[in-house]
Nanobody
Framework: QAQLVESGGGLVQAGGSLRLSCAAS????????MGWFRQAPGKEREFVAA????????VYADSVKGRFTISRDNAKNTVYLQMNNLELEDTAVYYC??????????????????WGQGTQVTVSS
């Protein structure tokens, strides 16, 4: 059973950048895909970005297109989320997740079997 550990969160001013990392360990097979979700206080968890492991095909939420970039390092079993031009509305706990089988859309939480513990991103004005 894989363990996912996020890092890279923190406090940043609006317009700034952060890069989140999610390292996977204990994985017995390559995943179908990896995704990032976020949850702000009082709101439901929402999709941010996902990447298909085999061909690095990516998908993004409309709210982050052009600002966020998801990528992966196969050798390091790590997925990244580069976040640029951050906005106040990006404040949330960010979670990475692993989809082993590709049975559902990568933009939906039900596709994912494993989740990290989350990392806080706070954007200030």
């Amino acid at each position: 059973q894989a363990q996912l550990v996020e890092s890279g969160g923190g406090l940043v001013q609006a317009g700034g950048s952060l890069r989140l990392s999610c390292a996977a360990s204990g994985r017995a097979m390559r995943p179908y895909g990896m995704g990032w979700f976020r949850q702000a206080p009082g709101k439901e968890r929402e999709f941010v970005a996902a990447i298909r492991w085999s061909d690095e095909n990516t998908v993004y939420a409309d709210s982050v297109k052009g600002r966020f970039t998801i990528s992966r390092d196969n050798a390091k079993n790590t997925v990244y989320l580069q976040m640029n031009n951050l906005e106040l509305e990006d404040t949330a706990v960010y979670y990475c997740a692993e989809d082993l089988w590709g049975r559902s859309s990568l933009s939906h939480p039900r596709a994912y079997e494993e989740w990290g513990q989350g990392t806080q991103v706070t954007v200030s004005s």
